[in-house]
T-cell receptor, first 112, second 113 residues
Framework: SQTIHQWPATLVQPVGSPLSLECTVE??????LYWYRQAAGRGLQLLFY??????ISSEVPQNLSASRPQDRQFILSSKKLLLSDSGFYLC???????????FGPGTRLTVT | AQKITQTQPGMFVQEKEAVTLDCTYD???????LFWYKQPSSGEMIFLIY??????QNATEGRYSLNFQKARKSANLVISASQLGDSAMYFC??????????FGAGTTVTVRA
């Protein structure tokens, strides 16, 4: 069976500090990978998605970037965090078809 | 423009009763998919049910069923025989094209004993 891991589970970082969130998937190969952000009490906003190693598509211009160095690894980064980067970050994976996405446990980021 | 609309911010339901969560969508793409996810207080998003735009029958998964009315562009989720563990936030989402899921604002369901 497939599992998706995210770490850390919670993170408190000062404004201006760097960020690295990691997501890995087990039990499948060549998945589509996604990063979402959820503000408190709101729906999810797609940030990035990837259909293969080194292939990243950005959905919104922002202070964040993503990379996919390995088939089942997806990293969300920032060089300098802003207060507005606070939120709940969720990684997800899907097969090519039928596209339902399966989510990881999430990382709760607080920028102070 | 809002692609997914969930008009019920919160609902209360008695244990063992059924509850219907509303979802309407907007798209001009003839091929799309509709999803429902459950988010308990732990934060994890749990996939519940999927309906493709070309599916002839309404999707069902255990106690979950999707009331798909294509002409009205609605995809309501019905939870039958509610349980205390069903208390959570529920999100409707739509896939257009290959990758992007657009999510609604969600509906909080509270099941009362």
């Amino acid at each position: 069976s497939q599992t998706i891991h995210q770490w850390p589970a919670t993170l408190v970082q000062p404004v201006g500090s760097p960020l690295s969130l990691e997501c890995t998937v087990e039990g499948t190969s060549n998945p589509n990978l996604y990063w979402y952000r959820q503000a408190a009490g709101r729906g999810l906003q797609l940030l990035f998605y990837s259909v293969g190693i080194g292939q990243i598509s950005s959905e919104v211009p922002q202070n964040l970037s993503a990379s996919r160095p390995q088939d089942r690894q997806f990293i969300l980064s920032s060089k300098k965090l802003l207060l507005s980067d606070s939120g709940f970050y969720l990684c997800a994976w899907s097969r090519r078809d039928p596209y339902e996405q399966y989510f990881g446990p999430g990382t709760r980021l607080t920028v102070t | 423009a809002q692609k997914i609309t969930q008009t019920q911010p919160g609902m209360f339901v008695q244990e063992k009763e059924a509850v219907t969560l509303d979802c309407t969508y907007d798209t001009s793409d003839p091929s799309y998919g509709l999803f429902w996810y459950k988010q308990p207080s732990s934060g994890e998003m749990i996939f519940l049910i999927y309906q493709g735009s070309y599916d002839q029958q309404n999707a069902t998964e255990g106690r979950y069923s999707l009331n798909f009315q294509k002409a009205r562009k609605s995809a309501n989720l019905v939870i039958s025989a509610s349980q205390l563990g069903d208390s959570a936030m529920y999100f409707c989402a739509m896939r257009e094209g290959s990758h992007k899921l657009s999510f609604g604002a969600g509906t909080t369901v509270t099941v009362r004993a």
